[in-house]
T-cell receptor, first 111, second 113 residues
């Protein structure tokens, strides 16, 4: 039973436009959420995080939104750049659990 | 500074053989995690160490899998009697005390023929 779901396995966006990656979770105990970015043949790298006391966190071109009532978070990348092409993993944690990852969404930014 | 390193980067083995995968976490990081990513799947949690003890072994898929950590540093993941379904990328991550962010190594790609 997947606790963290990324329902879109892939997404294509034109350079300069907004990329929106979505993530849903089922465990109401999750209180910290992270996005990781993964290039081929490399380990995931941390991108941005948000704690459950906030509903938005912004870092440059990356913004994460959290909707606790809907158990939904999203990552917005604007403007999208070709170098953003990678697999993006959503992850969630609670005090008593290690990170639980979604299956990832492959983002392709087309020049 | 040095990140998380893993060795070997690639391992090809025959079904039934044992393999050992090594992880060197970032110096000073107290927590160490092992994950695997099978083809088309997300990151699957295997085991977590806080110091040298493993409070959460719930993700180990079978008793063929074991892990240890010594000196609060290096960890070894051992898979005995490997099966073809063990083929995956095995990722190690570490985090500092109280930290939520995990820093990942490059992974070991295991192929069981």
């Amino acid at each position: 039973d997947q606790q963290v779901k990324q329902n879109s396995p892939s997404l294509s966006v034109q350079e300069g436009r907004i990329s929106i990656l979505n993530c849903d979770y089922t465990n109401s105990m999750f209180d910290y959420f992270l996005w990781y970015k993964k290039y081929p043949a490399e380990g995931p790298t941390f991108l941005i995080s948000i704690s459950s006391i906030k509903d938005k966190n912004e870092d440059g071109r990356f913004t994460v939104f959290l909707n606790k009532s809907a158990k939904h978070l999203s990552l917005h990348i604007v403007p999208s750049q070709p170098g953003d092409s990678a697999v993006y993993f959503c992850a969630a944690s609670a005090i008593t659990t290690p990170l639980v990852f979604g299956k990832g969404t492959r983002l392709s930014v087309i020049a | 500074g040095a990140g998380v390193s893993q060795s070997p980067s690639n391992k090809v083995t025959e079904k039934g053989k044992d393999v050992e995968l090594r992880c060197d976490p970032i110096s000073g990081h107290t927590a160490l995690y092992w994950y695997r990513q099978s083809l088309g799947q997300g990151l699957e949690f295997l085991i977590y160490f806080q110091g040298n003890s493993a409070p959460d072994k719930s993700g180990l898929p079978s008793d063929r899998f074991s892990a240890e950590r010594t000196g609060g540093s290096v960890s070894t993941l051992t898979i005995q009697r490997t099966q073809q379904e063990d083929s995956a990328v095995y990722l190690c991550a570490s985090s500092p005390l109280g930290g939520n962010e995990q820093f990942f190594g490059p992974g070991t790609r295991l192929t069981v023929l």
